[in-house]
């Protein structure tokens, strides 16, 4: 299984960055990584994916600056998403815990008494935005985000099908379905390389594809795969013993980069 993310050791950040199609220098692959892990948050919780300059910094300052961005000493105006001082009026042992931890001046700052009472009770069923990113990123002993590649990459494909009327899509790990007009689609994501000079490191995958096509009551089947220099138009394999076809989708990321036009000059260097 491959992972990607980050972990924090003692002074050091270690970074595992995915790379595609014109997504090579870091700072656009920190964005990459952050637009497929806005999924994973509240709308405002999520990261600011049009400041380009944020992702100079590695993932775990990223994430902590977002974190600190709801508390009001970090800036004149912090996040209006909740009310503040219902922050410091239910206590939650999550928040201390991580603050405590942290190399963060600030951060440390706020595990003092006058912030936090030391019975780390959270009221039921309050939530707070900033919750979302640290049980993300923390254990409760160790700061890291190691998540599967596959599992990330089927998410973004499945929450950027266009939503149709008698169009209805489901995600059904590992697998997306779309139904429409009377026919099921399935899209198998996978975040593997494919080179259209030599299918046969696919030839798993395709043989597999092939199988559920004939038993599984699928009409359509689709294998994607992320767009490389060498895997950049989709391609039709035919099984000349039943004419069922398949085919295989290059998944192109550079919608990452296109929010403003100097990022998308610059993150296709």
């Known amino acids: 299984m491959r992972k990607i993310g980050f972990t924090a050791f003692k002074d050091t950040t270690k970074e595992v960055l995915p790379k595609t ?35 100079k910094q590695d993932l775990l300052s990223i994430f902590e600056d977002k974190i600190l961005s ?12 909740q009310k503040i001082r219902k922050l410091y009026i239910h206590d939650s042992q999550v928040f201390n815990q991580y603050f405590k931890q942290s190399k963060n001046i600030k951060m440390r700052y706020l595990t003092s008494n006058i ?12 939530q707070h935005p900033a919750m979302d990113l640290i049980q993300l990123i ?3 002993k160790e700061v890291e985000m190691m998540l599967d590649l596959n599992e990330i990459f089927t998410r973004t494909v499945f929450n950027r099908i266009k939503k149709e009327k008698n169009k209805k899509v489901r995600l059904q790990n590992p697998y997306i379905h779309i139904d429409q007009h009377g026919v099921t689609t399935r899209l198998l994501p996978r975040w593997k390389n494919v080179n ?30 992320p767009k490389k220099d060498n895997f950049k138009q989709h ?24 929010h403003k036009k100097k990022e998308r000059k610059k993150c296709k260097k």
């Open 115 to 126: 912030h936090f009472k030391q019975d780390f009770k959270l009221m039921y069923g309050y």
């Open 70 to 81: 709801f508390f009001p000493f970090y800036g004149f105006k912090p996040e209006k998403s």
């Open 138 to 140: 923390f254990n409760g």
């Open 21 to 55: 199609y014109k997504v090579n220098d870091i700072i656009c692959q920190r964005k990459m990584f952050c637009t497929m892990i806005n999924q994973y948050l509240s709308k405002e919780s999520q990261l600011d994916l049009h400041n380009l300059h944020i992702y």
């Open 235 to 258: 391609m039709i394999i035919e099984d000349s013993s039943s004419n069922e076809q398949i085919k295989m989708i290059p998944y192109s990321f550079t919608f990452c980069n296109k």
């Open 196 to 225: 259209h000079k030599n299918l046969h490191q696919r030839d798993l995958d395709i043989k597999i594809a092939f199988e559920q096509l004939k038993t599984q009551g699928i009409d359509q089947y689709y294998l994607i795969y």
